[in-house]
């Protein structure tokens, strides 16, 4: 069975990535954008390219322009098939540092509520129409040009330092506003939001669940469906309902609340069911 990590508190990794993700922290007083040699690198989070102190590209706008350009981005689609097929959505969970900042707001006291199940759809949308096929047929940005994650690290502050990008602002600036307020504002009242609805790279992952290495499970004589790994889960998913399904975010919650949920290697299981006397 997989160990839970030594460092059990989420909130240290992704806190520790946006801190690495955008070290050089200074380039928001000096309102210049790093523009190193690291930045040809796609990570694999939501992390803005135009945030002034983004070390790394992000993996959707990397994509984005590359369709754009006419070219396949070869070396992004390894990076995140790598980290999919190895740990499906274990980076939503662990790493990406826009869901820190949606799980926190989530703590702020207030109603909560859900939106309808079919929701969880349209970022399968935007990442088919948004980020691929319109930039590959129109050549523009759609899903970069609204994305609230570029909004709010990136939008709100040039549009505050550049009087140049402030009178460029116009009425569709206002919209993408309103658009990542939305988002933050929504995050006090439900949980996660940005990474249920909307979020592409969210969508790309989900697909690897199951066939990722790590492979989720629920010993259904012991579960009662008491709705703790539900109360417990970032995204409010009953992990008894499909153990490895789109919308788990592997952050070991259920594991660690639950007696009847497990969770392996797969490729660790299947050694082992080969070495057991037929």
Sequence with gaps: MVEIPLIKNRR????LTAILANFPL????TARLYSGKLKSIPVPIMNCYACPAALFSCPIGTISHFLVINKIPLFTIGI???????????????????GLLQDLLYKIPTAKFELPKPF?????????????????????????MICPTGTVEAGIYWVAVSGMILSMAGPFFLFKLAL?????????????????YICPLG????????????????????????????KS??????????????????CLNCVRICPAVKVEFSTIKKAEKARKPV
């Excluded at 969880?120 to 970069?144: D, N, S, T, W």
């Design 80 to 98: 995140i098939s790598a980290v999919s097929a190895s740990f499906g959505r274990w980076i939503c969970g662990w790493i990406c540092p826009f």
């Design 180 to 196: 990542g307020n939305l988002f933050l504002y929504g995050s006090i009242f439900m949980k996660r939001p940005f990474c249920r």
């Design 233 to 250: 889960c970032p995204v409010n998913y009953p992990i008894y309902k499909d153990p490895n399904s789109p919308a788990c975010l592997r």
């Design 26 to 29: 200074y380039n928001f007083f």
């Design 120 to 144: 969880i759809y349209l970022k399968y949308l935007l990442l088919a129409f948004g980020v691929i096929i319109f930039p590959f047929l129109f050549k523009e940005h759609y899903f970069c």
């Design 203 to 230: 969508a790309l992952f989900s697909l690897f669940n199951k066939l990722s290495i790590v492979d989720f499970s629920v010993e259904r004589e012991k579960c009662i469906e008491c709705n703790l790994c539900k």
């Design 12 to 15: 240290i990794y992704q806190l």
